[in-house]
């Protein structure tokens, strides 16, 4: 079954705001990671996130991770036009040996 | 320089037919992995290899056999083509094979249309 779920299922947002989505995954965790795929494109990996790790920064990108709800949450700051994408959360069992779940993805759209 | 590459991009083709597709990372990675992708864009992994040894085979029918010549390779074959078997194909490959998972790098890509 699904480990990853994402939500909200879509987001619509005016550039220049922040977009934030959540990810809800339901056994124990090595990691977990967020992608990026824009339409018609492969994923592109963003920042993975380790269960002993409560908080990570990349760029406009904060990731957060909460074991102990089985959550994390992507937040992009100052949101532009060509962060238009689906956003992927997918999560590493312990012992899964490369093996990620996906969820079905946030659809987010910025507009100008 | 592309870093994971597939080819074909598109690929239509009647049912019932034998196809392939094929996959190259330049990145000195050892663990390979394919990827299907629905048309409601839910990601499931198939099958992943380490140096050329299958790691991971998940439920996928046994029409679908995958082959490492080499770990810079990964092809899969698909014989007997479905209607069900149209989505995006994605090989993906990463540096090692861990307890975990590390960060996967994607390709492109394969559009399969079966008619």
């Known amino acids: 079954s699904q480990q990853g779920e994402e939500d909200p299922q879509a987001l619509s947002i005016q550039e220049g705001e922040n977009a934030t989505m959540n990810c809800s995954y339901k056994?124990?965790?090595?990691?977990l990671q967020w992608y990026r795929q824009n339409s018609g494109r492969g994923l592109v990996h963003l920042i993975l996130?380790?269960?002993?790790?409560r908080e990570k920064h990349s760029g406009r990108l904060r990731v957060t991770l909460d074991t102990s709800k089985k959550s994390s949450s992507l937040l992009i700051t100052a949101s532009r036009a060509a962060d238009t994408a689906s956003y992927f959360c997918?999560?590493?069992?312990?012992?899964?040996?490369?093996?990620?779940?996906f969820g079905a993805g946030t659809q987010v759209v910025v507009t100008p | 320089d592309t870093a994971v590459s597939q080819t074909p991009k598109y690929l239509v083709t009647q049912m019932g037919n034998d196809k392939s597709i094929k996959c190259e990372q330049n990145?000195?990675?050892?663990?390979m992995y394919w990827y299907k992708q629905d048309s409601k864009k839910f990601l499931k992994i198939m099958f992943s290899?380490?140096?050329?040894?299958?790691?991971i085979n998940e439920t996928v029918p046994n029409r679908f056999s995958p082959k490492s010549p080499d770990k810079a390779h990964l092809n899969l074959h698909i014989n007997s083509l479905e209607l069900g078997d149209s989505a995006v194909y994605f090989c993906?490959?990463?540096?090692?094979?861990?307890?975990?998972?590390?960060?996967?790098?994607f390709g492109p890509g394969t559009r399969l249309l079966v008619l």
């Open positions: 997918a999560t590493a069992a312990v012992g899964s040996w490369g093996k990620l779940q």
């Open positions: 290899y380490n140096n050329k040894e299958l790691i």
């Open positions: 996130i380790r269960s002993n790790e």
């Open positions: 990145l000195g990675h050892d663990t």
């Open positions: 993906a490959s990463s540096q090692a094979l861990s307890g975990g998972a590390e960060t996967q790098y």
């Open positions: 056994t124990s965790i090595n990691n």
